[in-house]
């Protein structure tokens, strides 16, 4: 929000070493107010070479060069979760050949905005973008998307991330990476991972931790497997799951019940013997009663 997207990532950039003045900031954003201040953000850190589009992003994308859209090594986003007027009407003749997987459906604009990534990073860039649950196991027009972009193999990882992370929004959302040259070792494979439980409980939003940060930039870098929590899974299992990418298919985030069988056996003696004196009330009961017991 307000291009602290952007913003962290140059930071980010210069604690490895980059230097400012070779990296280069685009964006564009329909809502003025954000804009004005997003273009305000960037003079206060001191960036005053970013570039900042006021516009609709899928109805007009500015970022363009010789009636082509632009081409950018990294791609992040933090669109509007499903919006609803996207502008499906116009995507059926989009000059710009974004949505190549599909049109999405007119209530649900979220594959419209990971085709336009698509579209714009160049083809050895990376996508980065948080999206609402749904987009995982939504079918019809989405399931279509989905395949196409997974038999693409462009789809490097899905990551589960906490509840209420972002301001007035409460759904499950997920991050998508998309990278158009993928590592040998990582070709047919998605790396999935949940990441739902670790997080900092806030009152009215929640927040990851460094140390949450930092554990999942580490197994997503090493690809790791570790039970209840991550692991790579080929294309085929995915196929078999019908393109869908429910996180919790590949998985298993249950629990087994730990029995404490002391504790059971101790509660079994108890019962027999409230049992006992139960029976033994009851026949007293029909002695008195002139019974044969």
């Known amino acids: 929000m307000y291009g602290s997207l952007l913003i962290q990532s140059v930071y980010h950039l210069k604690a490895k070493g980059s230097n400012p003045k070779n990296i280069g900031l685009f964006g564009q954003e329909i809502n003025v107010g954000t804009w004005a201040i997003c273009k305000m953000n960037f003079l206060l850190h001191g960036l005053p070479g970013a570039i900042v589009k006021r516009s609709?992003?899928?109805r007009q994308p500015q970022l363009v060069s010789g009636g082509k859209l632009k081409q950018f090594d990294i791609v992040i986003a933090n669109p509007p979760f499903s919006l609803i007027n996207w502008g499906?009407?116009?995507?059926?003749?989009?000059?710009?050949?974004?949505?190549?997987?599909?049109?999405?459906?007119?209530?649900?604009?979220d594959f419209a905005f990971v085709q336009h990534m698509i579209a714009v990073v160049?083809?050895?860039?990376k996508?980065?973008?948080?999206?609402?649950?749904?987009?995982?196991?939504r079918g019809g027009a989405e399931g279509k998307i989905r395949k196409g972009i997974l038999e693409e193999d462009l789809l490097e990882a899905v990551i589960g991330l906490p509840p209420k992370l972002f301001y007035g929004v409460g759904i499950p959302a997920c991050l998508f990476i998309i990278n158009k040259n993928k590592a040998k070792k990582r070709r047919g494979k998605v790396f999935f991972l949940y990441g739902a439980n670790d997080y900092q409980e806030g009152k009215k939003q929640n927040t990851l931790r460094r140390q949450d940060i930092e554990k999942i930039v580490a197994v997503y870098r090493e690809e790791s497997t570790i039970e209840k929590y991550c692991r790579p899974v080929s294309l085929g299992e995915i196929r078999e799951n019908d393109y869908n990418l429910n996180i919790t298919r590949y998985i298993d985030i249950t629990e087994e019940e730990q029995i404490d069988i002391q504790r059971t056996i101790y509660e079994l003696k108890e019962m027999k013997s409230k049992y006992e004196q139960i029976?033994?009330?009851?026949?007293?009961?029909?002695?008195?009663l002139k019974f044969k017991v």
């Open 56 to 58: 609709d992003t899928l």
């Open 88 to 109: 499906y009407e116009s995507a059926q003749n989009d000059p710009y050949k974004r949505f190549r997987f599909g049109i999405p459906p007119k209530g649900h604009g």
């Open 122 to 125: 160049n083809p050895r860039g």
């Open 127 to 137: 996508v980065g973008v948080v999206l609402p649950n749904g987009v995982l196991f």
């Open 279 to 288: 029976e033994n009330k009851v026949f007293n009961y029909l002695k008195e």
